[in-house]
């Protein structure tokens, strides 16, 4: 596998796994809307398994860099971070969202 084609699969993984992680937990929060919170649980636990999948790849680019191996930074590598950090910071809010919909249930019960 060429150098090119080693980073677009890096690339690729965490954008995947960045959008997965994002997807799952918008699902959280309309889920915890719905008072099905069972679940919102599922989704957010679900959100974090695609989050520590991203990690471990970016994991790896880090490693490597360590080691001497310097990854070639291009717009995509810099997409693919920007769309990880946002995934992050989707997840950390939507389980905020999903506690306060619990709290209100229980305020309503």
Do not use: C, P, W
């Not at 090119?4 to 690729?12: I, R, W």
């Not at 971070?81 to 946002?86: I, R, V």
């Amino acid at each position: 596998m060429s150098e090119a084609d080693k980073n677009l699969e890096t690339v690729m993984g965490l954008i995947m796994n960045g959008g997965n992680a994002k997807s799952s937990a918008f699902e959280a929060i309309h889920a915890a809307k719905a008072g099905d919170f069972k679940l919102a649980d599922e989704k957010l636990k679900e959100s974090d398994q695609f989050l520590t999948e991203a990690h471990n790849v970016q994991s790896g680019l880090l490693t490597a860099e360590a080691q001497g191996e310097h990854t070639k930074v291009t717009l995509l590598m810099v997409h693919s971070q920007d769309h990880l950090m946002n995934a992050i910071t989707f997840r950390d809010l939507a389980g905020e969202m999903v506690a306060l919909y619990k709290r209100l249930s229980a305020k309503e019960a």
